[in-house]
Nanobody, 125 residues
């Protein structure tokens, strides 16, 4: 079992920044951030492999940066130039199975077998 503890959510005005953190209870392989806005399906935001390869959704490229501290496996999401449409509950996810072909599916929910409880991010205009 892996527990994922997220922190760093909050409210910010458009153009502002927030940094999310996710601390796993043990070492994982690949990790990612997802988000779910009201009335919408959960979508992949950014992902990072055990070796540090990253991917990101087109909607956040150039604004959001995913990173991981390889000492304690803590996952981060630096969010800059936030927009009202970034408002959502953000979830940390971890893959402990090291699925083959991860990169091609890195922003898909089925890749990840552990999930955090979610943290609210609200961006006002």
């Amino acid at each position: 079992q892996v527990q994922l503890v997220e922190s760093g959510g909050g409210s910010v005005q458009a153009g502002g920044s927030l940094r999310l953190s996710c601390a796993p209870s043990r070492v994982t392989y690949n990790m990612a951030w997802f988000r779910q806005a009201p009335g919408k399906e959960r979508e992949g935001v950014a992902a990072i492999s055990r070796l540090g390869v990253t991917t990101a959704a087109n909607s956040v490229k150039g604004r959001f940066t995913i990173s991981k501290d390889n000492v304690n496996d803590t996952l981060y999401l630096q969010m800059n130039s936030l927009k009202p449409e970034d408002t959502a509950v953000y979830y940390c996810a971890a893959d402990t199975r090291a699925l083959e072909g991860w990169f091609s599916h890195s922003l898909k929910e089925y890749v990840y077998n552990y999930w955090g409880q979610g943290t609210q991010v609200t961006v006002s205009s």
